[in-house]
């Protein structure tokens, strides 16, 4: 059993804190080789954090398999202090040692050979009979001779323990081996071959003693008997309260029945207790399969399963790998979920490659430049605002249905990446959701509208409202749909510097998608968006506890986009905060060696604010200035800065590196520009700037009074420390040089 067996989260911490309270804890988990990603996500959990009792963990797992074990990978994955110890096997002289205390002296060198450094098995060997000449034995011998010494019905019970794929439950046992009974169990245990351990029911478990007499064993079988006790293994384990059925379909696999095993695959999979348990149990029976129908449902219910995990780029090759000997129709489907998981995931290069090919498959060209897309999204637009539904939904068929989905997908997945693309398609499925007038398809187009028209900040708020009104007339039997209209709520207030509402909302979204199977992307982009809130609201706590939690869980998941704007976006604000603003300079330079060259999309926009607020608090003003003239060309000819939370947020941290380096035209004509968009916090930053060119305490404390306004009490403590106000908020000298730098004074 498995530590996510018997404990949750919720259960496993009031626990420990009681016992750490009244004492010094120390856990012993010995054989983490057979841990799982459960008892992986529990202990890093229980371990890591502001709340965590103080534990001290001792852990164990085979050198080799050190790389495989689910619970050190997760540990790996957390800031938890670790000390790693190898245990190394015993030397040659050591083990020759022990084999003479125990009485053989004339081949105590080739036991301790043979042995391999391990005192379980020196001990074996020297035992063994001291008639045997010196040095002839091996440890298969040893075991072989013996179990031959041993009744037949000792010899049956401990080839099913050996046999049985892990530790193997006493009833079962018994049941897989009908002559033996508690006696042989018994006799088995004072040989040195079988342990036992008590289980939850109550009822022993039994396994091998060591993997080396599991192993001698089972080569001593012959084919014939082995595949015959497969099967009365499998028949023992179907027959127990709570069949293990991933056990089962082994068995039934090694014992020559591989249509029942693909079926108890099957079964086991759509019971597993989890999505990436599902995964690798449909592959089992994909695997399995003897019907290639067969064999293709498994791997597209293999896909389905990882998406459900979050594994967007391991789904998408599993999508990709359904599409052999798949219809056209079906291959279609399948080709597109591939792109919509490449891109959510952030492959950026093979998922817009794959993007093409379905959008080339409906009859959508993929423009190839800015300037083309632009004057494409112009069409699409205009062609929208003469589009008017129909009195009734339309019967669509199958083709109609997927041409809307595929729209639809790839242009909320690209929403947050390669934004004017996306806009494009969006333009296109909206108008195609409006023709058909299905309920569901339409409310999901109307709530990425929402999205979309938010970007426009303070014009757009009232079309994005309309649009979420209308979205939630329709999102009344679709979960998916209500957590997109509620993300739309998030994010038009994001968008518009309303950051209470944008937290709130953010938050409600992420309660909505958290449940959904699939709906990884979206729930991505809620605690994306909320986070940011955080940073605006300097909730720096919630920030610091979120981020850990949340980085892990995308790097375990291979989600490279969330990766990203984890480490490179917003959230990176903490390491400044923390006075380490080094540490951003190292995650923005690992983040940009996986992003695609020769474009500039969102993730290079969160790589350069991230970049570029990181050397303001490192006070170096002349690699910030760098920054800027590096990127801004490309960000201005990415048509990026069309959203107006990216404008005013990007021309103020460029008007901050004007600052910095001693450009004061450049600074004011930064907080000037940011004045034209007449948003409240885009008038706090100007102000934040001109305070800053005349560094005077009245010009701080208006900008200061400004930013509290807006709910940034950040900027608000760094206004005021500048103009030697008290502040409740004490900033350190990285987080001041980032939010508030002052006009450098250069000699004339």
Request: with cysteine.
């Amino acid at each position: 059993y498995t530590l996510s067996d018997t404990l949750s989260l919720h259960d496993a911490l009031p626990i420990f804190a009681r016992l750490a309270a009244a004492h010094r804890v120390v856990i012993w988990l010995d054989d983490l080789q057979w841990s799982d990603d459960g008892s992986g996500a529990l202990l890093a959990e229980l371990l890591r954090g502001a709340d965590a009792p103080p534990i001290l963990c001792l852990a164990s797992c085979r050198s080799e398999d050190a790389g495989t074990s689910p619970v050190l990978a997760a540990l790996a994955r957390t800031d938890v202090a670790m000390r790693e110890l190898t245990l190394p096997a015993l030397d040659e002289r050591a083990g020759a040692a022990m084999a003479r205390a125990l009485g053989r002296d004339r081949d105590a060198a080739a036991i301790a050979r043979e042995a391999g450094g391990s005192p379980f098995l020196v001990r074996e060997l020297a035992l063994a009979s001291s008639a045997t000449r010196p040095g002839a034995l091996s440890v298969d011998q040893v075991v072989r001779a013996r179990v031959a010494s041993l009744p037949p019905p000792c010899q049956a019970l401990l080839a099913a323990v050996a046999l049985a794929r892990g530790p193997l439950a006493r009833t079962l046992a018994l049941r897989a081996a009908p002559d033996a009974d508690a006696a042989a169990i018994t006799a088995l245990r004072h040989a040195g071959l079988v342990r036992t351990a008590t289980a939850r029911d109550d009822d022993d478990v039994l396994d091998t003693y060591h993997d080396r007499v599991r192993e001698a064993v089972i080569d001593g079988l012959a084919a014939p008997a082995r595949r015959a006790l497969h099967a009365r293994l499998a028949d023992a384990l179907l027959a127990a309260a709570a069949p293990e059925l991933e056990r089962v379909a082994w068995h039934q696999r090694d014992a020559g029945d591989r249509p029942a095993a693909h079926a108890t695959a099957r079964a086991a999979a759509a019971a597993a207790a989890t999505p990436e348990r599902a995964a690798a149990l449909y592959a089992l029976a994909a695997e399995l399969a003897v019907d290639d129908r067969d064999r293709r449902a498994a791997r597209v219910a293999r896909a389905e399963a990882l998406v459900t995990a979050g594994h967007g780029h391991t789904a998408a090759a599993a999508f990709a790998d359904a599409t052999d000997g798949a219809t056209d129709d079906d291959a279609l489907v399948l080709r597109r979920r591939a792109a919509e998981m490449l891109l959510r995931g952030g492959y950026l290069d093979a998922g817009r490659a794959a993007a093409a090919a379905v959008l080339a498959a409906h009859g959508v060209r993929w423009p190839g430049t800015p300037r083309a897309v632009v004057a494409s999204l112009l069409v699409q637009r205009a062609r929208l605002a003469v589009t008017s539904g129909p009195r009734t939904p339309r019967a669509l068929d199958a083709r109609g249905r997927e041409r809307i989905d595929a729209l639809w997908g790839l242009a909320g997945a690209l929403s947050m990446t390669d934004h004017l693309r996306g806009a494009e398609l969006q333009a296109r499925n909206l108008r195609a959701a409006i023709h058909a007038g299905e309920p569901v398809r339409l409310s999901r187009s109307l709530a990425l509208e929402a999205i979309y028209s938010a970007t426009a900040g303070g014009r757009g708020r009232a079309r994005s409202r309309r649009l979420i009104a209308q979205a939630r007339a329709l999102a009344t039997n679709d979960p998916l749909a209500a957590g997109v209209v509620e993300l739309a709520v998030g994010v038009c207030a994001q968008q518009a510097g309303e950051w209470l509402a944008a937290r709130d909302g953010c938050a409600t979204a992420i309660a909505a998608l958290e449940p959904l199977p699939g709906a990884f992307f979206e729930l991505a982009n809620a605690q994306l968006f909320w986070l940011e809130s955080l940073v605006y609201l300097g909730e720096l706590d919630a920030l610091a506890e979120a981020v850990p939690r949340l980085l892990d869980d995308a790097v375990r998941r291979g989600d490279a986009y969330s990766i990203a704007f984890l480490r490179g976006g917003p959230p990176s604000f903490r390491w400044i905060h923390a006075g380490e603003p080094a540490r951003v300079l190292a995650d923005t330079r690992a983040v940009a060696a996986t992003l695609p060259r020769g474009v500039f999309h969102v993730p290079h926009l969160l790589l350069m604010l991230a970049e570029l607020q990181a050397h303001l608090a490192c006070d170096d003003s002349a690699a910030a200035w760098a920054v800027v003239e590096r990127d801004w060309p490309a960000l201005d000819r990415s048509l990026l800065l069309r959203a107006q939370n990216v404008l005013i947020e990007m021309t103020s941290l460029r008007g901050r590196a004007a600052l910095a380096s001693g450009r004061p035209a450049l600074a004011r004509a930064a907080a000037a520009r940011i004045r034209k968009e007449r948003m409240p916090w885009g008038d706090a930053l100007a102000a934040l700037l001109d305070a800053g060119l005349v560094d005077e305490p009245a010009a701080w404390r208006t900008a200061a009074a400004a930013c509290t306004a807006c709910t940034m009490p950040l900027h608000a403590a760094a206004a005021l420390t500048r103009a030697g106000d008290a502040t409740p908020r004490a900033l350190g000298a990285p987080a001041l040089a980032t939010l508030a730098p002052r006009l450098r004074r250069t000699r004339s």
